[in-house]
C-alpha cells in the first residue's frame, strides 16, 4: 500500500447506518493515515443553523453563518464548532432529521469540500460519507460503496441513539433513515449513488471487523 511514499485516498460511500463511519476509523488506524470525519462536518453546519434558527432556504443567511464558523477536531477527532466541542449533540435525532436538508445546499457541499480536499492533498486519509468518491476525490485511488438492509441500519441506529440516553422508537428512526435516503439520492447537488469504479460491500450479515478486514484486503494490507 503506497509503497512509493505518495499520499493516497480511501473514500467509503454508502447511507446511514452501514458502518461506514466505524469502518473508516478502525482502517485509519491500523494504517496509520488521517480519518477526516466529514459526516460531522455537515451536522456541525446543521446543527449551527439549527441553533441560529436560520431556514435552509435563507441563502444569504447561510452565506454568513458558513463565512464565520470554524470547525475543526480535537484529539479524539470529535468536532469542534467556534472550538466548542459538540460531538455529543450533532448525533442526536434533531439534527438527523434535518441534515439531509442543509447539507443539499449548493453553499454548503461547495464551503465543506473545499476544505476537505485541501486536507486531502495534505496527507493520505480515509474519508466517509454519500459523494466522496462521485464529487469529493473522483480520482480516489480506492473508492467502496456501503449498502445494507434497512430494517438492520433502523436497528443499529436505534441501540446507538438509546444507549446515549434518546427517547425514541424503532419506527422514528426507520422512518428517519427511509427520508434520509430518499432525500439524499433525489437532490439535484451531489447525491448519493455508488461511482462507477467502487467495491460494494455489503455489511448487512459481516461484523465491522469483517468490513474493515474486506477493506484492507482490497488495499492490500492484512490486519
Do not use: W
Request: with cysteine.
Amino acid at each position: 500500500m503506497s509503497k512509493s511514499g505518495e499520499n493516497y485516498v480511501i473514500a467509503i460511500d454508502g447511507g446511514s447506518g452501514t458502518g461506514k463511519s466505524t469502518t473508516a476509523k478502525i482502517v485509519a488506524k491500523t494504517l496509520g493515515i488521517t480519518y477526516l470525519d466529514t459526516g460531522a462536518m455537515y451536522r456541525a453546519v446543521t446543527l449551527a443553523a439549527l441553533d441560529a434558527g436560520l431556514p435552509a432556504e435563507d441563502g444569504p443567511a447561510m452565506d454568513n453563518l458558513l463565512a464565520n464558523l470554524k470547525l475543526g477536531f480535537d484529539a479524539e477527532n470529535h468536532i469542534l464548532i467556534n472550538g466548542v466541542c459538540r460531538e455529543s449533540e450533532i448525533r442526536g435525532m434533531k439534527v438527523s432529521s434535518n441534515v439531509s436538508v442543509y447539507c443539499a445546499l449548493p453553499s454548503v457541499r461547495a464551503a465543506l469540500t473545499a476544505q476537505q480536499r485541501e486536507i486531502g492533498k495534505k496527507q493520505s486519509c480515509i474519508l466517509d460519507g454519500r459523494d466522496i468518491g462521485t464529487v469529493v476525490f473522483p480520482d480516489a485511488k480506492y473508492k467502496f460503496f456501503m449498502v445494507t438492509d434497512v430494517k438492520v441500519r433502523a436497528e443499529r441506529r436505534y441501540k446507538e441513539l438509546l444507549e446515549k440516553g434518546e427517547k425514541v422508537t424503532l419506527e422514528e428512526v426507520l422512518e428517519n433513515l427511509v427520508e434520509r435516503d430518499r432525500l439524499d439520492s433525489s437532490r439535484a447537488n451531489a447525491p448519493l449513488k455508488k461511482a462507477d469504479d467502487a467495491i460494494e460491500i455489503d455489511t448487512t450479515h459481516i461484523s465491522i471487523q469483517q468490513q474493515v478486514q474486506k477493506i484492507l484486503d482490497y488495499v492490500g494490507v492484512v490486519a
